[in-house]
């Protein structure tokens, strides 16, 4: 055994390495980017080859991790919890073909949205899904949980889902870890054949199947150790802990707490637990990170004896992530004496870089659109959502991963011109192409900006699925050539940026701008490392 | 024993290489240790923060809780002023003088400096002009680690230089001088 300081998201990774992983199939997003950072630059996965390029996006990463769990090797997929949006199709179909290799999806959930557009839980997706899920408190625990979300998908033949939330991927600790790795799978074949041919005939003697075995998965959930019953002296309530909400709650009793705790890190929920804890209590007090999906069962429709306390009745916050003060309170102990918050301090929101392409390209398109009254610009996710904020106030909507390209049709289609769309090139070929099509297939008067900074550059510069094919994606999905144009976003040439934008919104069928100009942090990292 | 330190300043000041040191410092100590950041969208020029706990007994929590923080170590100004609520009644602030204005409304030095002498224990460097001094403009980040390391009890500077040398070490042994010469300046400074 040796000690290592890593963060949550690197314990997983390297737990999976010495569970023998195969492969780890990704698409950036935080707070989950650094699972699959760490195992590209780890010496052991390039010793034993593990696969660790980036995919396209979530669901092409869900499906080739798939492909390696039915070839029998243990395989990662890795996002942030939108990204189980964007892979649900592949998610909730991967537990009806079940898993040969071990296989574990990590979502990261990301409470209080520190860089996210919603708070959405993922448990929900195991829940539906009827897939174990594993949830734990420390970064030591997150270590030894993957293996063991290993062992268990090869043995109960079920892919696994990983909830961390964004303070346990982004928080560091002493970890001990092991010399030795688990050897890598060899190569067999699933020994049910048909139960990954998904034909009706097939799925319903598959979903029979796979309700059967959700009782089995709840006995795992009982006797695999992470979930654990403390016995408490105060019987006033009881508390139900999920995940980092077990630390918040121990920081208020270093010494011991007094009431009895479930804490809970695996699911599905470990039911015979929680009604040994309702016996005895006839308050529940719970506490989740995320949204109340375990308070809400408890609670349910019909008056109950007990009193259920949580998110839901105000004893903690209904949004936002906990945190240690929320917890105190919900305990019912005093707040800490504290200072009154700094009214000096104002808010200083993130914003594009001095240099960075995005703004030159923002500065000329808000030239243009300044003459148009009606236009709209619908953009999407990455760096350049920045420009929303002040000074550019350059666009109208940013949704999800690609809709810039879809709305600005549906929105052309209704009516509206000119039809804006702003997306960056990680983001287009992750989920804009495919609108694309859409579009060219509509003959649709929209104006497709892509401003291509060679990277994914809000997640820290990871590489672009379709860097120097941009073109030739467009044109074979159908824009005509002449209405590929490509430009250099910098300030010397914002006349001809102006002019291009111009025409192209003036041409009544689908065009293609490419703004092309390389991330300026990417860029600076480039020249040191050629400087070496 | 524990310190609980707050680590703040904004994206690209290198907030995050100080996290790094203290922790590699603390991993051979037999210390628990939590450091909690957030990456993504705050590195973008807008305000950063890390939470350092430091213990000899188990650490639960990844936050520091309001009003417990012993410690905060800004490189900015206002930035340090920002998690005035976590202050313990008897915590200290150590920060830098040095303004980093990329924002239209950010408030006058004087309103800083008032605020700051409200809370009282405070330790005021410029760091920037100690790291030009010593010739490595681009370690301020270290003196401001050299001016903490005079606070900091469970780490010696013996130590954190020896985080110093880890963390640099990969980039040769001039970068490593270079932050170790700006670590020292910013402890004698603090001391004075």
């Given at each position: 055994m040796r000690k290592q300081l890593l963060l949550g998201d690197e314990a997983l990774a390297l737990g999976a390495l010495h569970a023998g992983l195969s492969g780890v199939y990704a698409y950036p997003g935080?707070?989950?980017?650094?699972i699959t950072e760490y195992i590209q630059q780890s010496a052991l996965a390039r010793e034993r080859n593990v696969h660790s390029d980036w995919s396209a996006n979530e669901k092409t990463a869900m499906e080739a991790a798939l492909g390696a769990s039915y070839a029998g090797k243990r395989a990662l997929v890795c996002m942030k919890h939108v990204g189980m949006n964007v892979c649900a199709d592949a998610f909730v179909n991967s537990a009806m073909t079940g898993a040969n290799g071990g296989l574990v999806v990590t979502a990261c959930d990301d409470p209080s949205m520190h860089s996210s557009q919603n708070e959405q839980d993922s448990r929900f997706y195991a829940d539906f899904a009827m897939m174990p899920c594993f949830e734990p408190a420390t970064q030591q625990e997150t270590y030894a949980m993957i293996q063991a979300a290993y062992e268990m998908s090869e043995r109960r033949r079920i892919p696994i889902l990983m909830r961390l939330t964004t303070r346990m991927a982004h928080s560091r600790a002493v970890v001990e870890v092991n010399d030795e790795a688990r050897p890598q799978n060899e190569i067999h074949f699933p020994e049910n054949p048909r139960q990954w041919v998904l034909l009706p005939a097939n799925a319903r003697v598959r979903n029979e199947q796979l309700i059967a075995d959700y009782a089995s998965f709840e006995d795992d959930a009982a006797t695999m150790g992470f979930n654990q019953y403390f016995e408490g002296n105060d019987c006033s309530m009881g508390i139900i802990t999920c995940g980092i909400a077990y630390n918040y709650l121990m920081e208020q009793f270093p010494e011991g707490c007094p009431y009895p705790v479930l804490k809970i890190q695996q699911y599905p929920l470990p039911t015979a637990m929680i009604r040994r804890l309702a016996q005895n209590w006839n308050r529940i007090l719970v506490m989740e990170e995320g949204q109340p999906m375990v308070e809400r069962r408890l609670v349910g429709v019909l008056p109950t004896t007990a009193t259920i306390s949580g998110r839901l009745d105000g004893t903690l916050p209904r949004t936002g992530e906990l945190t240690p003060d929320s917890v105190r309170a919900a305990v019912g102990l005093e707040p800490r004496p504290e200072l009154a918050a700094s009214q000096v301090a104002v808010p200083r929101p993130p914003a594009l870089c001095q240099g960075c392409g995005h703004r030159d390209f923002y500065t000329a398109l808000n030239n243009v659109i300044a003459q148009y009254p009606t236009a709209r610009v619908f953009s999407d996710i990455g760096c350049y959502t920045l420009g929303w904020l002040a000074p550019f106030h350059a666009f109208h909507t940013c949704v999800e991963m690609g809709a810039s390209v879809t709305m600005s049709l549906g929105a052309a289609l209704s009516g509206v011109h000119p039809s804006v769309a702003v997306i960056g090139d990680s983001t287009f070929t992750h989920s804009g192409m495919t609108g694309l099509l859409d579009a060219v297939n509509a003959e649709a008067p929209v104006t497709i900006c892509i401003s291509d900074n060679l990277t994914t550059g809000m997640t820290g510069g990871q590489d672009s699925a379709g860097t120097g094919r941009l073109e030739a994606i467009c044109r074979g999905i159908g824009v005509k050539e002449d209405h590929v144009r490509v430009i250099v976003p910098l300030p010397k040439n914002y006349d001809e940026m102006e002019r291009v934008i111009r025409e192209e919104i003036e041409y009544k069928g689908v065009s293609v701008i490419i703004a092309r100009r390389e991330c300026i942090q990417t860029l600076k990292r480039h020249a040191s490392q050629k400087s070496k | 024993m524990k310190q609980d330190i707050i680590l703040c300043g904004v994206g690209g000041q290198g907030i995050l290489s100080i996290a790094t040191i203290i922790g590699w410092a603390a991993l051979d100590q037999n210390l628990h240790l939590k450091q909690a950041e957030v990456h993504g969208m705050s590195q973008r020029g807008g305000d950063v923060q890390s939470n350092l706990r430091i213990s000899d007994t188990e650490i639960f929590s990844d936050l520091i809780p309001k009003g417990e923080c012993n410690l905060i170590v800004s490189l900015e100004p206002m930035e340090a002023l920002r998690y005035l609520p976590y202050l313990a009644p008897d915590g200290w602030i150590i920060t830098n003088t040095q303004p980093f204005v990329n924002i239209p409304n950010y408030p006058t030095i004087e309103a800083i400096e008032k605020e700051l002498e409200r809370v009282g224990r405070v330790i005021s460097l410029d760091v920037d002009a100690i790291a030009r001094e010593v010739k490595s403009p681009r370690s301020a980040n270290m003196v401001l680690l050299g001016a903490a390391a005079s606070v900091l009890k469970m780490l010696s500077p013996e130590l954190l230089e020896q985080g110093i040398a880890h963390v640099f070490g990969r980039k040769g042994q001039a970068l490593v001088d270079i932050n170790i010469e700006a670590f020292r300046a910013g402890l004698n400074a603090a001391k004075k």
């Open positions: 935080t707070p989950s980017t650094e | -």
